[in-house]
């Protein structure tokens, strides 16, 4: 079964750092693309970052471009995010979101279940 | 960026309606449209990709058409199980962007 696990989130102060973590299984990693996707409370969904499957090619959303930053390791079907210089309105639900193997243009086809990150003082 | 836009924000259907949702791009996007079912505190569930591609394992009263910049997901008859928010998303081009949902509740 086709599987995404993230973890790491947490409370944290204005200003502060996190990273997330997200473990795939089920599937070769290091073929697919992976996203974080966002959702403050009881608002929408927001598209935050790619990281291509060989790690080389990455993307942002400008809310959080120069903040945060997208990595991963493919010897341990990981994903993470490092997320600096956080903000109230960072606080969210993180999905970690597995690429459609066909391609970006596809959509993303398998989530975690989310990590809660919470900013405040 | 590429905006996109759900209507309506919210509809009161009952089991066994038709129900329709529209979703429209701020410029064209081709039919790189995905369509996603979320229930409260769960994740986001993958419904429909290239506009109108059903997932596997999809139930097939759901249907997705639309190229361009106007898209329509339809519940040819609604299940106590659809009830939930939909949201749309382009997959035409970076930063990857989402409709503001559409929440289907029980009339």
């Known amino acids: 079964e086709v599987q995404v696990l993230e973890s790491g989130g947490g409370l944290v102060q204005p200003g502060g750092s996190l990273r997330l973590s997200c473990v795939g299984s089920g599937y070769t990693f290091s073929r697919i693309s992976m996203n974080w996707v966002r959702q403050a409370p009881g608002k929408g969904l927001e598209w935050v970052s790619v990281i291509s499957g060989n790690g080389r090619s990455t993307e942002y959303a400008d809310s959080v471009k120069g903040r945060f930053t997208i990595s991963r390791d493919n010897s341990k079907n990981t994903v993470h995010l490092q997320m600096n210089s956080l903000r109230a309105e960072d606080t969210a639900v993180y999905y970690c979101a597995k690429e459609e193997p066909k391609g970006y243009h596809y959509g993303m086809d398998v989530w975690g279940q989310g990590t809660t990150v919470t900013v405040s003082s | ?107």
């Open chain 2, 1 to 107: 960026d590429i905006q996109m836009t759900q209507s309506p924000s919210s509809v009161s259907a009952s089991v066994g309606d038709r129900v329709t949702i529209t979703c429209r791009a701020s410029q064209g996007i081709s039919n790189w449209l995905a369509w996603y079912q979320q229930k409260p505190g769960k994740a986001p569930k993958f419904l429909i990709y290239a506009a109108s591609s059903l997932q596997s394992g999809v139930p097939s009263r759901f249907s997705g058409s639309g190229s361009g910049t106007d898209f329509t997901l339809t519940i040819s008859s609604l299940q106590p199980e659809d009830f939930a928010t939909y949201y749309c998303q382009q997959g035409n081009s970076f930063p990857l962007t989402f409709g503001g949902g559409t929440r289907v509740e029980i009339k």
